[in-house]
């Protein structure tokens, strides 16, 4: 006989825990809860954008909870710039602007860092322009 009483407690692997709290860190999350749920606003918000090639290998690189959270969503048919990108995810949330920037670039980190230099290129290259910055990178335009 299970406890019905007592409260669920999600059971996530190693990767996707180390992916929270360097999340926390660099985000300075007062909760992991906090910084659960930024995960998953942003990563849901990625997944709309990414297609292609990128999405399968990103979702490849990323710990299984956090890959399901980028491939369970269909992807925009208009793909956003990264400012109306952060415009979409504050106002699906109410949150600031400025907050949301802030969630974007946290969870961002931690995404490049799973996801390696090339292919974060590669990702950059297919996303429409602000997303370099997002990313923490310096955006780069093609010389006329």
């Known amino acids: 006989m299970s406890d019905q009483s007592a409260p669920l407690q999600q059971s996530y692997g190693r990767a996707y825990e180390q992916m929270l709290e360097?999340?926390?860190y660099d985000g300075a999350?007062?909760?992991r809860e906090k910084a659960e749920e930024a995960v998953r606003l942003v990563l849901a918000g990625l997944g709309r954008q990414l297609t292609g090639d990128e999405r399968v290998e990103l979702a490849?690189?990323?710990p299984l909870e956090?890959?399901?959270i980028v491939t369970a969503q269909i992807p925009d048919?208009?793909?956003l710039t990264g400012w109306a990108f952060v415009n979409d995810l504050a106002a699906r949330t109410g949150a600031?602007?400025?907050t949301t920037r802030w969630d974007t670039g946290s969870v961002f980190s931690a995404v490049a860092a799973h996801a390696g230099p090339d292919l974060l290129t590669r990702i950059l290259r297919r996303l429409p322009s602000g997303y370099?910055?997002?990313f923490g990178r310096a955006e780069l335009t093609q010389a006329a």
């Open 96 to 98: 600031s602007q400025a």
């Open 22 to 24: 360097k999340v926390r």
């Open 66 to 68: 956090a890959a399901r």
């Open 60 to 62: 490849a690189r990323l």
């Open 132 to 134: 370099a910055l997002l």
């Open 77 to 79: 048919i208009q793909p």
């Open 29 to 31: 999350y007062p909760t």
